[in-house]
Structures are given as C-alpha cells and as structure tokens.
C-alpha cells in the first residue's frame, strides 16, 4: 500500500506502485495514449483516483529554472533497439519534461554535434546511445556537470554521467541455456558491426555460454556485419553453402527475418532442421512466419530509470544493469501442431 505524507501530493510513481506497473504505463493511460481499456488502464485510473493524483505541467513547471525539454541523441530511428527506447522514453519525458528533443548522429562528429546543439537549446539533461565504437567521453566530461546525462547501452563511459545498461552476459546465457535444453549441439553467431567493441564483447560471452554448455561452433560462422535482412540473408546463404548448424542467433529481428528467409530458400525449416534467435522483440518477431523467438529489453524501465537519474540533477550518478527476457517463440520450439507431432512420433518409437 502507498501512503502519503499528510499535506504531501501524490506523484505518478506512487500511482505506479499502487497499480503495480511502469511510471510510462501510468503516463499513457493517464494522457489517453492507451486505447486498451483492459484492466491494466482501470487499475492505473483507480490508483490515480485513490491517490488524487492529476497530471499537472503547470505546477510542476514552478520547480525551478527548466526547459521542459530532454535531449535523445540515437545513431538511428532504423535501428530497431533506438526506436523502441524512443517509444518507451516520449510518454515519460511527455509527464515529467514536456518533450523530448531527437538528435541522430550514426558517426562520432554527428552525435558530439547533436549533443552541443542540444546543450546550446538549454535542455534539462541528456539521454544517449552511442554509436558503435564511438567514444563521447570528452563532450560528456565537458558538460556533465551543468546537466545530467545518461548513457544507454555499452561502449565507453565517462565517471561524470550515469548509465543504464543491459546484462549481455546474462541475455547471451538465456539463450545458450534454451537451446541447450533443445538439444541443439552446434550455434552460429550473426553479430554486429566488425570494428565495435560492444559486437566484439558479445561474441566472446557467446563462446563462453557455449563451453559453459557443452555445444560447439565454427570460426566461420561468427560473421560481423550491418543490422539488416539483406545482410542476415547473404551470411546464412553463405553459412549453410558448406555447412549446418542447429542453430543461428542473430544480433537483431532483422538480421534473424533474413536468415530465416535464406533457410526457407534452401527448402529447410524453421525450426525441425535450423532454429533462429534475434533480439529486441521488434513487431517483425511477431509478425513473421514462424514467429521469432527474441530478447526483450526492458524499454519502459530503461526509460524510467534514465529518467529518474535526470532528476537526480548532473551532481548524482549511478550505473545501473538490467536484465533481458527471452522470449520464446515458433522459431525455436515450433508451432502447437509441430510439437504434438513430435510427442506423437517418439511415442510410436
């Protein structure tokens, strides 16, 4: 139960806490933003009303000198990680600061610039996601302390801003673990970009998960490149022309949607001959034929978090780790009528 000081107004994270849900969910439903009238919007319309709670911009504008104005700086909206957070960050930023203010810069000289005109607009603090193997740390140092910046993802870190980042070691152990229970034996590995150190670090922890279960790869099945379906298609065409693994787990949806497409190409199926992993949990993961299985970061907490230590003003930081979900899907267990059919043929065996 959330309870209040007496005289003390109720916020929108103890409207959170009464309705056991994310402060963006709260802005949503609050704002109208969410169609769904289910019983996640009347548990969060009940908690605001039990609390008294309102949103208010003009009285939260008295607290100080702001802008109202958050600063997002991406490498790309295309990216499929960078446009869910932006979904997850505009109904936060939208209750707690009024607007977000998007810069993209895919290059070192593109983000420092975005960064410095956003600092120039006077915005209350920084949200950013590096670009592969791009390092920031002297335009965080220069400005982390007239604002608060966060730093979303890995790559190199300033000590004057905070981060919210994900457990890649535990993300690349779900994965291993789940098909390790499928009885695959053999893994190829789609990451990213080739020069990143951030693609490098997950290929390293994919070869430790695979010792750790006993299952095996080759050299040439762990191929670097862009995250896109025409790259995922060309590397598993190129895989599979000498060889077959069990399995393939992709750095993104894209990539794992175009090997897919390759697999199908060769008349083999996913999953009874190749199962495919991607991540980010992209609308394509669900849409595809078969539905793929993926990592779900948590957006909405990474969006609260980053928010939070915005507030916290640029004299407070933190690094904070998340955890991923795995979400298992057709790509890898099959359909209900694939696994009946298998219960059935090692019955008659």
């Known amino acids: 139960m959330v ?78 990680f960078c446009s869910a957070l932006i979904d997850a960050l505009e109904p936060v930023i939208d209750d707690h600061s009024d607007q977000l203010i998007l810069g993209l810069g895919a290059t070192h000289d593109l983000q420092m610039s975005r960064i410095e005109s956003l600092v120039d607009r006077n915005v209350d603090g920084l949200v950013v996601v590096c670009a592969p193997d791009t390092d920031l740390t002297d335009v965080f140092d220069r400005h982390a302390g007239q604002l608060p910046i966060v730093q979303i993802g890995e790559g190199r870190r300033s000590v004057h801003t905070s981060s919210v980042t994900i457990d890649q070691a535990l993300s690349m152990e779900q994965v291993i673990s789940h098909l390790a229970t499928l009885n695959v034996k053999s893994v190829a590995y789609l990451a990213g970009e080739q020069f990143s150190f951030e693609s490098a670090e997950m290929l390293s922890m994919l070869h430790t998960q695979l010792r750790a279960f006993g299952l095996t790869t080759q050299p040439s099945w762990n191929q670097f490149g862009p995250a896109t379906v025409e790259r995922g298609f060309n590397a598993t065409m190129r895989i599979l022309a000498t060889d077959r693994p069990d399995a393939i787990v992709c750095v993104d949806d894209n990539v794992a949607f175009g090997a897919m497409v390759a697999i199908r190409a060769l008349r083999l199926r996913v999953p009874q001959d190749i199962k495919v992993i991607g991540a980010n949990d992209s609308p394509l993961s669900r849409e595809s034929n078969p539905t793929l299985t993926t990592l779900r970061p948590p957006f909405e907490q990474i969006a609260d978090e980053a928010m939070r230590l915005i507030e916290r003003g640029p004299s407070y930081t933190s690094h904070i780790s998340l955890v991923s979900q795995l979400i298992v899907r057709e790509s890898t267990l099959g359909t209900a009528a694939d696994m009946e059919r298998q219960i059935t043929s090692g019955a008659d065996e």
């Open 3 to 80: 309870r209040q000081l007496h005289g003390s107004p109720s916020s929108i994270t103890d409207v959170a806490a009464l309705a056991n849900v994310s402060i963006a969910t709260v802005s949503r439903v609050l704002s109208g933003k969410r169609a769904k009238n289910d019983d996640i919007s009347r548990r969060v319309r009940e908690a605001a009303a039990q609390l008294d709670y309102s949103v208010n911009r003009a009285a939260s504008s008295l607290r100080g000198t702001t802008t109202k104005m958050v600063g997002v700086v991406v490498p790309s909206t295309y990216d499929l």
